[in-house]
Nanobody
């Protein structure tokens, strides 16, 4: 069973940058699609970015395209989300997710229902 722990959240000013990390334990995630989602207060959990198991393909929500980058280091069993040019509307709890079963390997998955393993989240606050 995989456990995911996010870190790297914090408070940053508009235009600033943060890098989130998601460390996996219990099992290697090198064979799994991984993703980041976020949830603002009173709103649904929304897709942010995803990577195929190899990191060879990625996909982003339109709201973050060109500003955020998802990457993974399978040797470290860790995925990252580099966030640049942050805006107040990026304020949310950010969650890491893994798709550990089902589906076709190598595809991109971008809905909550596709993922079966979640971290506890890390808060990102962007001040104006």
């Amino acid at each position: 069973q995989v456990q995911l722990v996010e870190s790297g959240g914090g408070v940053v000013q508009t235009g600033g940058s943060l890098r989130l990390s998601c460390a996996a334990s219990g099992r290697t995630v090198s064979g799994y699609a991984m993703a980041w989602f976020r949830q603002a207060p009173g709103k649904d959990r929304d897709f942010v970015a995803t990577s195929t198991y190899s990191g060879g393909s990625t996909y982003y929500a339109d709201s973050v395209k060109g500003r955020f980058t998802i990457s993974r280091d399978n040797a470290k069993n860790t995925i990252y989300l580099q966030m640049n040019s942050l805006k107040p509307e990026d304020t949310a709890v950010y969650y890491c997710a893994a798709k550990t079963s089902g589906g076709i390997r190598g595809l991109l998955w971008y809905t909550k229902m596709d993922y079966d393993t979640w971290g506890q989240g890390t808060q990102v606050t962007v001040s104006s």
